[in-house]
């Protein structure tokens, strides 16, 4: 509610033009679109009334409404689905309110949930190809719009954006996959020098954690146990936010361990020759030929999760600035 220079009062929901602006920036578009909306509560009801006046016709899934999560069959045919619930909400980042798998003609997902920033929902979006948005778009661009109320002032569409790159970009961290020997944890660590970030390497947490080496794990608890403390820490880091993370060469075979290295990361793929490649101390890369055999088995699982690849065949200073370019990161001063 601002007061007007008059003295009259003047009220306003900006959640509404937040939740439209970030609707329009990933490209949905409601008009003539039937619009399933999961939740009934405040933010439901600023959802529906936007999609509304654009033209959607909207139907509202409750958990004990007539069109609830045990039915949803019957509206297959919906094509954008929002959900302006908790599920998916941190710390509970694996709940989801639907498989979209089950909306074979879905052209848009919106999801109010910020934190991770890219939620099961929201992954599941962006393997199947399907334009969507995040909470944070939608909250940036209220704050905006509530700035302009109070200062009588108009904000641009640029500063807009730059306020949200700068804040998505602070929040979420760096996190490098590749092979072992590939030089992610070097280059982690150096690149969160440069950016005033802390540093995570998860083979050391979990040295840490069990008090043995990585050799030590495997020869004496086996693979499969090792596996089980990686997804473990891995789903503790990487909730974490504005830090450089640097993973085992094997994390990525696990479909637990994709979906956190994806949930509040920007993840950068070091791709390093495999004759550069040193496997002193790592099991699964010693003897003839495991190597390239590891290559082949993880590599389609790198390329899946990554946001962006680096090789790191030469200068360790190049590939440092070609990871902070990629990230769109800066040295701090």
């Given at each position: 509610?601002?007061?007007?220079?008059?003295?009259?009062?003047?009220?306003?929901?900006?959640?509404?033009?937040?939740?439209?602006?970030?609707?329009?920036?990933?490209?949905?578009?409601?008009?003539?679109?039937?619009?399933?909306?999961?939740?009934?509560?405040?933010?439901?009801?600023?959802?529906?009334?936007?999609?509304?006046?654009?033209?959607?016709?909207?139907?509202?899934?409750?958990?004990?409404?007539?069109?609830?999560?045990?039915?949803?069959?019957?509206?297959?045919?919906?094509?954008?689905?929002?959900?302006?619930?908790?599920?998916?909400?941190?710390?509970?980042?694996?709940?989801?309110?639907?498989?979209?798998?089950?909306?074979?003609?879905?052209?848009?997902?919106?999801?109010?949930?910020?934190?991770?920033?890219?939620?099961?929902?929201?992954?599941?979006?962006?393997?199947?190809?399907?334009?969507?948005?995040?909470?944070?778009?939608?909250?940036?661009?209220?704050?905006?719009?509530?700035?302009?109320?109070?200062?009588?002032?108009?904000?641009?569409?640029?500063?807009?954006?730059?306020?949200?790159?700068?804040?998505?970009?602070?929040?979420?961290?760096?996190?490098?996959?590749?092979?072992?020997g590939s030089g992610k944890t070097g280059l982690g660590k150096k690149v969160a020098h440069l950016t005033g970030r802390t540093f995570y390497d998860t083979d050391a947490l979990i040295e840490e954690r069990t008090g043995r080496k990585i050799p030590e794990i495997f020869s004496e608890l086996g693979e499969e146990a090792f596996r089980t403390l990686e997804e473990e820490v891995l789903s503790e880091v990487c909730r974490k936010n504005g830090a450089v993370i640097a993973t085992g060469g094997g994390a990525v075979m696990r479909e637990s361990n994709r979906r956190n290295i994806r949930e509040n990361s920007f993840v950068v793929y070091v791709d390093r020759d495999l004759s550069l490649l040193t496997t002193k101390g790592r099991p699964l890369s010693a003897g003839k030929g495991a190597v390239s055999k590891l290559y082949s088995q993880r590599r389609g699982f790198y390329l899946k999760c990554a946001d962006a690849i680096v090789k790191n065949n030469g200068s360790f200073s190049a590939a440092v600035a070609r990871i902070m370019e990629a990230a769109n990161e800066t040295a701090c001063d």
């Open positions: 509610i601002v007061r007007r220079a008059d003295g009259s009062l003047y009220g306003d929901n900006t959640d509404y033009a937040g939740f439209l602006a970030a609707a329009s920036k990933a490209g949905i578009c409601f008009s003539g679109k039937k619009v399933l909306v999961f939740g009934s509560g405040g933010t439901s009801k600023t959802a529906r009334c936007a999609v509304e006046d654009c033209g959607g016709k909207v139907t509202v899934i409750s958990r004990n409404g007539p069109d609830n999560y045990l039915n949803l069959d019957r509206h297959s045919d919906a094509q954008i689905l929002i959900n302006t619930t908790p599920l998916g909400m941190y710390p509970d980042t694996d709940a989801s309110p639907a498989d979209l798998r089950r909306f074979p003609v879905c052209e848009g997902v919106i999801d109010v949930v910020y934190n991770p920033l890219r939620t099961r929902f929201l992954q599941q979006a962006e393997e199947l190809k399907i334009p969507f948005t995040g909470g944070l778009r939608m909250l940036v661009t209220q704050a905006v719009r509530a700035a302009e109320l109070f200062t009588a002032s108009e904000i641009s569409d640029e500063k807009i954006d730059e306020i949200y790159n700068g804040i998505e970009r602070k929040k979420r961290n760096v996190l490098l996959i590749g092979m072992p």
